[in-house]
Antibody, heavy 119, light 108 residues
Framework: EVQLVESGGGLVQPGGSLRLSCAAS????????MTWVRQAPGKGLEWVAN????????YYVDSVKGRFTISRDNAKNSLYLQTNSLRAEDTAVYYC????????????WGQGSLVTVSS | EIVLTQSPGTLSLSPGERATLSCRAS???????LAWYQQKPGQAPRLLIY???NRATGIPDRFSGSGSGTDFTLTISRLEPEDFAVYYC?????????FGPGTKVDIK
């Protein structure tokens, strides 16, 4: 059974940092592109970043470029999102998501980790 | 970046009625790389449709997708009580994926 379990969310002050983690199991992690998607309270879904199977290629939404870094450790079956210089508008549930083998849509989602940026 | 717009923002219908949801892209979505998701309160989204018209595993056949280029449609032929939710389209024709803002289907 495919499982994606996020951790690392919490309350942080504006300008602060958090590192989100996602533990993957039930599939060959190193064979899949992985993605972070976020959802602000009461709002829609926003694609944040993705990373190639071997970690060599990464893409970001413009609003987080230079502040967030996606990474992975295939030996540990883990995905990460380092979030720096956090702003109130980064407050959201952050989902760890698997892209399908053949294409860029999303077949498995974690339960999400809430990041709240507030003083 | 490909921008997706969805209409209407909210669709108020009764069980048994037909729902037609629209997703329009700011530029052509290559190879119909367009997916649809359903999200219920407190839950992660669930994949419904990929490749514009292919139902995901386990999705009932009352859900269907169509379209190409810049215009796509999700149709729910007869709404069941469990179908009242928010629906998002997503394009994966470019490496920077994007979602539409969503359409909420609520009970009239």
């Amino acid at each position: 059974e495919v499982q994606l379990v996020e951790s690392g969310g919490g309350l942080v002050q504006p300008g602060g940092s958090l590192r989100l983690s996602c533990a993957a199991s039930g599939f060959t992690f190193s064979s899949y592109w992985m993605t972070w998607v976020r959802q602000a309270p009461g709002k829609g879904l926003e694609w944040v970043a993705n990373i190639k199977k071997d970690g060599s290629v990464k893409y970001y939404v413009d609003s987080v470029k230079g502040r967030f870094t996606i990474s992975r450790d295939n030996a540990k079956n883990s995905l990460y999102l380092q979030t720096n210089s956090l702003r109130a508008e980064d407050t959201a549930v952050y989902y760890c998501v698997r892209e399908t083998l053949s294409s860029g849509y999303f077949d498995y989602w974690g339960q999400g980790s809430l990041v709240t940026v507030s003083s | 970046e490909i921008v997706l717009t969805q209409s209407p923002g909210t669709l108020s219908l009764s069980p048994g009625e037909r729902a037609t949801l629209s997703c329009r892209a700011s530029q052509s979505v290559s190879s119909s790389y367009l997916a649809w998701y359903q999200q219920k309160p407190g839950q992660a989204p669930r994949l419904l449709i990929y490749g514009a018209s292919n139902r995901a595993t386990g999705i009932p056949d009352r859900f269907s997708g169509s379209g190409s280029g810049t215009d796509f449609t999700l149709t729910i032929s007869r709404l069941e009580p469990e179908d009242f939710a928010v629906y998002y389209c997503q394009q994966y024709g470019s490496a920077v994926r994007t979602f539409g803002p969503g359409t909420k289907v609520d009970i009239k």
